[in-house]
């Protein structure tokens, strides 16, 4: 009963990983990829001396500093607010509300961004006309990437990441609660002193998943909203490959660029495995 | 837990200073909905004129008419939703399977295959091998290509096979000794036990390949194969850029963007539809990954 999935697996994952060697290789359609001759590290020689490849490089590393940085803490933030509202109802249709965006397509994500922050239509620009601002060309300035696409990220997904903390703070031990209220402790003070510490070991483990993932930004997203005015700040490594790959066709010189990205990747997973399996004895796999 | 009565006034304050807080990040969660619904119904001009905010301006409807009457519109509406069906059945066949096999203690080389599928996870070759794969296959502009290439993920196996191995052992003992093979221990006792994991993974299939975009952008050429999201990406490429649509249509009752909105509108209603259906799975889902991923 396993044979089906592990066929799909050799058919569909392993054999590009054999394809891989067209990053050595000089590959030509007609010729396939076992008989295209190899170039050794020629590729990765052209890759590392390109400017475009290198600021995409760095980038990814930005973009994904800045999600880390604003974009990790908000569901932690959310789901202890979560914690603090009374009226059960109120809460479950906040939450209700919150984990929505998550199930939207990054097309129309898109399409919501682009629509609200038009020049000529866009909320935003109507809304800074009023306090007497020029209309602005958001997505056409490399300055107002990186806070756009970093704050549509927590819009879509700060609601649903708070699922995960608020289980944690589900299972914390009400005694620790009952007896801070015997001891006359504030709700700010349980807050800080007894949810915080009690969910900290999630919290870390999140923060080594979200490390393990520092290479993965949401590219699909970056390619409906990039445009050449922006790659200064936007261009990442994956859509990098998708523009020499499969928009230019050189398919080797791209394979080069998305197997560095998949080597750096692989390195971060093992570390933050290591680190996960030394913290919490709960590793990955 | 939480008892007002027992607040002192630092605690009814921080109370009520938090649920303002939490009433205004949900108000900004659906406000851009409500803002795309309402360019949606206006008018293109008060649309240009940037006079939407809260409510539609001279109501009406012709921007989904423009839509609507389009066939290609339908097509790839009719499309998401062979890709949806034929992709999560085809997802559960194989696995439900495979999860069952992994679960199962006497399955010869066990940890080989789980480090095997698991290893998929952490490593992929990436777009361009994956690419010129399909196009060795025949599976480029392929519909059939599209619902079997992205079936399967490590993921969802480990998910599901967490949950069997949940499952006490017993049960199987007790169906075997009724002659029960390993199809009738899977569909008569595992399949009915997991009910709610297989409905969480259901669910992540459908939110997947109802939203699924890049593949099908880069993998179909036809445009009667194309998904709701490769048509929705493809209007609003060429509204966007297209000025001559803008200016052509000034006078119109519809202009550029509101038809990107109704598009969007069109594409959310499903998912508003089966949402309130999916929220009572999704969070034991994310619990379950969340065990021993």
């Known amino acids: 009963m ?27 359609i007609f010729r396939g990829v076992a008989d295209s001759p190899w170039t050794g590290f020629e590729h990765f020689e052209t890759l590392f001396s390109n400017d475009q490849f290198i600021r995409a490089f ?19 933030i959310l789901a202890l607010m979560f914690n603090e509202v ?36 866009g909320i935003v620009n109507t809304v800074l006309g009023w306090l007497g601002i020029d209309p602005i060309y958001f997505l056409t300035k490399p300055e107002w990437f990186r806070p756009i696409f970093v704050g549509t990220g927590i819009w879509q997904e700060a609601g649903f990441g708070s699922i995960v903390f608020l289980a944690a703070i589900a299972g914390v031990n009400p005694s620790l609660y009952e007896s801070a209220v015997v001891d006359g402790a504030s709700r700010w003070q349980m807050m800080w002193r007894i949810t915080i510490p009690s969910i900290l070991p999630t919290i870390i483990i999140m923060l080594i998943i979200r ?27 994956n859509t990098f490959v998708y523009r020499q790959g499969l928009q230019s066709g ?19 997973v093992m570390v933050a495995n290591t680190l996960s399996r030394r913290y919490s004895r709960t590793s990955l796999w | 837990m939480l008892n007002w009565n027992l607040y002192s006034r630092g605690d009814k304050v921080f109370a009520i200073v938090v649920s303002i807080l939490i009433g205004m990040f949900t108000i900004a969660t659906l406000y851009p909905f409500i803002y795309i619904a309402a360019v949606s119904f206006s008018s293109g001009f008060a649309a240009q004129a940037g006079k ?21 519109f339908w097509i790839s509406y009719r499309n998401t939703f062979i890709y949806t069906i034929g992709g999560t059945i085809m997802s559960l066949l194989f696995i439900v399977p495979a999860a069952y096999a992994l679960s199962r203690p006497q399955l010869m080389g066990r940890r080989f295959f789980n480090l095997f599928i698991a290893f998929t996870m952490w490593f992929n070759a990436g777009l361009i091998p994956f690419y010129l794969n399909m196009r060795d296959l025949n599976l480029l502009d392929s519909m059939f290509g599209i619902i079997l290439a992205f079936a399967v993920n490590a993921f969802n196996i480990i998910l599901l ?3 069997f191995e949940s499952i006490p052992q017993s049960f199987e003992e007790a169906a075997r000794m009724d002659g029960a093979n390993d199809f009738q221990v899977l569909w008569k006792v595992f399949v009915p ?62 202009s550029a963007e509101t038809v990107t909105a109704a598009i969007i509108v069109c594409s959310i209603i499903p998912v508003l539809l089966v949402y309130p259906w999916i929220q009572k799975y999704f969070e034991k889902g994310i619990l379950l990954g969340g065990v021993k991923e």
């Not at chain 1, 050799?10 to 000089?26: E, S, V, W």
């Not at chain 1, 929505?100 to 000529?120: D, E, K, N, Q």
């Not at chain 1, 393990?212 to 990442?236: K, R």
């Open chain 1, 2 to 28: 396993l044979m089906p999935a592990i066929v799909w697996f050799i058919i569909f994952l392993y054999k590009p990983m054999y394809g891989l060697q067209i990053a050595f290789k000089d590959y030509s």
């Open chain 1, 58 to 76: 760095w980038n990814t590393i930005k973009i994904s500093a800045l999600n880390l940085l604003f974009g990790f803490p908000a569901p932690i």
């Open chain 1, 86 to 121: 009374i009226n059960a109802t109120y809460k479950k249709t906040a939450q209700t509300i919150v984990y929505l965006p998550h199930f939207i397509s990054s097309v129309i994500i898109a399409g919501i961004v682009i629509t609200a922050f038009s020049p000529s239509v």
């Open chain 1, 211 to 237: 490390i393990g993932n520092v290479m993965e930004v949401s590219f699909e997203l970056i390619i409906l909203l990039y445009q050449p005015a922006t790659y200064e700040t936007a261009d990442v490594v």
């Open chain 1, 250 to 268: 050189r398919y080797d010189f791209a394979a080069a660029a998305g197997l560095f990205n998949a080597v750096v990747a692989f390195v971060l």
């Open chain 2, 52 to 72: 939407v905010v809260l409510t539609p301006i001279e109501l009406t409807t012709e921007a989904y008419k423009y839509i609507l009457v389009q066939p290609e």
């Open chain 2, 161 to 163: 096979r967490n949950f």
């Open chain 2, 193 to 254: 036990l997991s009910k709610p994991a297989i409905a969480t993974i259901t669910l992540f299939c459908i939110v997947a390949r109802w939203n699924g975009f890049f593949w099908a952008m880069v993998l179909l050429q036809s445009e009667e194969k194309i998904p709701l999201q490769v048509f929705l990406r493809h209007t609003l490429a060429t509204l966007s850029d297209d000025d001559e649509f803008a200016i052509t249509q000034l006078e119109a009752a519809y």
